[in-house]
Structures are given as structure tokens and as C-alpha cells.
């Protein structure tokens, strides 16, 4: 069984800065892709960013140039530091892990993230 552990949410202000992490517990293969979803209220869970293992990033229109998504392969984990954060970004930020193999999706619990003056 994977358990993803989100950590790193919070309230910052127009302009501000956030970083999110997520460590995959368990029994983890290194033939997946991890990567970032958000849900804001009323609205429907969508991409953030993608990393395969090897680096080959996927980013949203909407955050390319002010997020950069980074992993690391021995903790499976994966990062997300958001610059430059509207209050567009307000959302809750789910971590996501995809085997392309077996299809197999595992969520986070979400964290939130508050863009506020």
C-alpha cells in the first residue's frame, strides 16, 4: 500500500512565496510519476505539475514561470515551489503518484493553500 504525506501549506499574501512536499510511503516502484493537482471550492481538481523519474517536467499554462516542480527519487518525494502566487492559487493541493504500468492512481490528503491579503 502507497500513502503520499503532504506538508508545506499555508496562508501567504499576493506575491508571496510557498514551497509543498510530499513523501510516498510504502512500497514504492521507481516506474511512476508524481505530481501536484489542485481543487479550489465549487470548482473541478485539476493539473498543477508532472515529473516523470527522470526529470521531464509538465506544468498547467496558468503556473508555467512561477512554479517549478522538483523530485527526489531516493526519499520519494516530490516538491512544489510556487513564486509569484495569486489569489487564483487559492486552492487545496493534492499530491498525486501514477504507476503507468498498473494505472494505479494514489491521492494525498490535501493541504491548503491561501492566497490573501
Known amino acids: 500500500q502507497v500513502q503520499l504525506v503532504e506538508s508545506g501549506g499555508g496562508r501567504v499574501q499576493p506575491g508571496g512565496s510557498l514551497t509543498l512536499s510530499c513523501a510516498a510511503v510504502?512500497?514504492?516502484?521507481?516506474?511512476?510519476?508524481m505530481g501536484w493537482y489542485r481543487q479550489a471550492p465549487g470548482m473541478q481538481r485539476e493539473l498543477v505539475a508532472t515529473?516523470?523519474?527522470?526529470?521531464?517536467?509538465n506544468y498547467a499554462e496558468c503556473v508555467k514561470g512561477r512554479f517549478l516542480i522538483s523530485r527526489d527519487n531516493d526519499k520519494n518525494a516530490v516538491y512544489l515551489q510556487m513564486n509569484g502566487l495569486k489569489p487564483e492559487d487559492t486552492a487545496v493541493y493534492y499530491c498525486?503518484?501514477?504507476?503507468?504500468?498498473?494505472?494505479?492512481?494514489?491521492w494525498g490528503q490535501g493541504t491548503q493553500v491561501t492566497v490573501s491579503s
Open positions: 510504502g512500497s514504492i516502484s521507481r516506474v511512476n510519476r
Open positions: 498525486n503518484l501514477y504507476y503507468p504500468i498498473t494505472n494505479a492512481i494514489y
Open positions: 515529473i516523470m523519474p527522470g526529470g521531464v517536467e
